[in-house]
Nanobody
């Protein structure tokens, strides 16, 4: 089973960009579909983006489509979330997650087997 460590969070002004990284340990990273979720303060965790094992298929929450891009580098055991045109509403703790069972990413957090510890993203207006 992989272990996940997120990085790249921080404070940014509205309209700015951040790139989150999620590094996985272990040698079976390419067997996992990967997802990014976020939890705004006082709200439930929600799906942001997902990517298939090969990276050939992606999905996005409607509110981030066109602004965020998920990608992965299986040789580096890393999945990324490039976030552009950030808005204050994007402020949240961002988590990456790994799903061993499915080839394509799920939007349901219950499908995911392994979670990182989260990284805070704060967007100021």
């Amino acid at each position: 089973q992989v272990q996940l460590v997120e990085s790249g969070g921080g404070l940014v002004q509205a309209g700015g960009s951040l790139r989150l990284s999620c590094a996985a340990s272990g040698r079976t990273f390419s067997n996992y579909a990967m997802g990014w979720f976020r939890k705004p303060s006082g709200k439930q965790r929600e799906f942001v983006a997902g990517i298939s094992r090969s990276g050939g298929s992606t999905s996005y929450q409607d509110s981030v489509r066109g602004r965020f891009t998920i990608s992965r580098d299986n040789a580096k055991n890393t999945v990324y979330l490039q976030m552009n045109s950030l808005e204050p509403e994007d402020t949240a703790v961002y988590y990456c997650a790994a799903d061993l069972a499915l080839m394509l990413p799920s939007r349901r957090e219950g499908e995911y087997d392994v979670w990182g510890q989260g990284t805070q993203v704060t967007v100021s207006s």
